[in-house]
């Protein structure tokens, strides 16, 4: 897991580090020293921690005159032993809705196992979102992952399955991604 880096190629867009609307303005990453992991793998040292001890992310993009961002995690999802929603809910979720961000777009593909809890933290996100015009959108997530979201119906705060499963959005800028995204959240909500 060490190798898998968040993805790079817009850093000359966007970095959360030297935004100071982001909850992770001023964070520094060593490009050496290995210091999260995910149980006893270790994951590389761009990956951001929020307060969950299984589940790291790292803010891609965040666009506050469109009200979006871009969310890469990596790790075990966890609500049941780590109420990882809770941390993700208040500590990152919140600063961005406080700066305009109402919608989400959750890049999956790293995480490996999601473990439910109480949904509370997701009808809240969704009912703010909603409220603002926005809503909650998971790409690339894995088919057993989406599954578990599902049984937990979670599905009906987060917009996910058929065309969002395997986006090809790394081929995309930015803006590309949100009107994909935004094109099947229209289809489902219409």
């Known amino acids: 897991m060490h190798a898998i880096e968040p993805y ?3 850093r000359h867009l966007y970095t959360a580090e030297e935004d100071p609307r982001s909850p992770f303005h001023g964070s520094e990453h060593s490009e050496f020293e290995f210091e999260n992991a995910v149980y006893d793998h270790a994951i590389h040292p761009q990956w951001d921690p929020f307060g969950s001890s299984t589940l790291y992310l790292k803010v891609l993009f965040a ?3 469109e009200g979006f961002a871009v969310i890469e ?3 075990e999802w966890n609500d049941l032993l780590h109420n990882d929603i809770m941390y993700l809910k208040r500590d990152v979720v919140e600063p961005m809705l406080a700066e305009s961000i109402h ?6 593909a790293s995480v490996l196992n999601f473990h439910a809890g109480e949904e509370d933290y997701y009808a809240e996100w969704f009912d703010e979102v909603t409220d603002a015009g926005g809503w909650i959108a998971l790409v ?3 088919p057993h992952v989406r599954e578990d979201l599902k049984a937990a119906d979670l599905d009906q705060y987060l917009i996910f399955g058929g065309k969002l499963d395997d986006l090809a959005w790394r081929s995309m800028e930015p803006d590309e991604l949100l009107a994909r995204v935004e094109a099947q959240v229209m289809r489902r909500l219409g």
Do not use: A, M, T
Not at 103 to 108: D, E
């Open 103 to 108: 919608k989400f777009i959750l890049i999956g």
């Open 73 to 75: 995690f990596i790790g």
């Open 8 to 10: 790079f190629n817009w």
């Open 63 to 65: 666009d506050y005159e």
């Open 140 to 142: 690339n997530f894995l």
